[in-house]
Structure formats: C-alpha cells, structure tokens
C-alpha cells in the first residue's frame, strides 16, 4: 500500500479531462472524470492506525521489553511510546 496526495492526482486528472474536452474525445475525458470520482470515493486512512501498538512486557531482570520491537528498556517507567521503534503503548500487561 502507498500513500498518496489524492487531491493533486485529482487535480491532475482534472487538466487531463479538460485536454480531452478540448480535443473533443468526450470519452476520454469521461474516463478521467470517473476516475476521479473513484479516487474520491475511496476510503481514508486515520494516520494514529499507520502507528505501531504494543505494550510492555515486565523483564526477569527489571526493566520491560517492548512487545512489538523486543528491544529491552532497563527502567521500569511505562512510558506512553517505546524509545526504539515508537509503537503506543496499550495497558495490558
């Protein structure tokens, strides 16, 4: 999967459509208008789902490891967000 700008692909395709009305290809531009209107009718994405999740893991030693990354953290402090990979972090324990 890839993100995209849709509205400047949109915009685009927009310059592409008037080109074929110019040209008189109604067809053409057709297509571009219905692609358009698919790219705006397509689902979005919430940015906070593209963050990984996790939670901590309480270490033998001390200190929690970091469910979704496995990297150690040597303090017991549970913070919101792991150091190393940046995943939120979920209160199941």
């Known amino acids: 999967m890839r993100l995209i700008d849709a509205d400047t692909v949109c915009k685009k395709l927009e310059g592409y459509a008037r080109d074929c009305e ?3 290809d109604r067809v053409a531009g057709g297509v571009f208008l219905d692609a358009i209107s698919e790219i ?3 689902p979005t994405i919430d940015p906070k789902d593209l963050q990984p999740h996790g939670h901590w893991i309480e270490h033998p030693t001390g200190g929690l490891v970091c469910s979704h990354c496995h990297r150690y953290k040597p303090d017991e402090w549970r913070s ?3 150091p190393n990979c940046g995943a939120r972090m979920r209160e199941e324990m």
Do not use: H, K
């Open 22 to 24: 110019e040209a008189d």
């Open 40 to 42: 705006q009718d397509a």
């Open 80 to 82: 919101m967000c792991c």
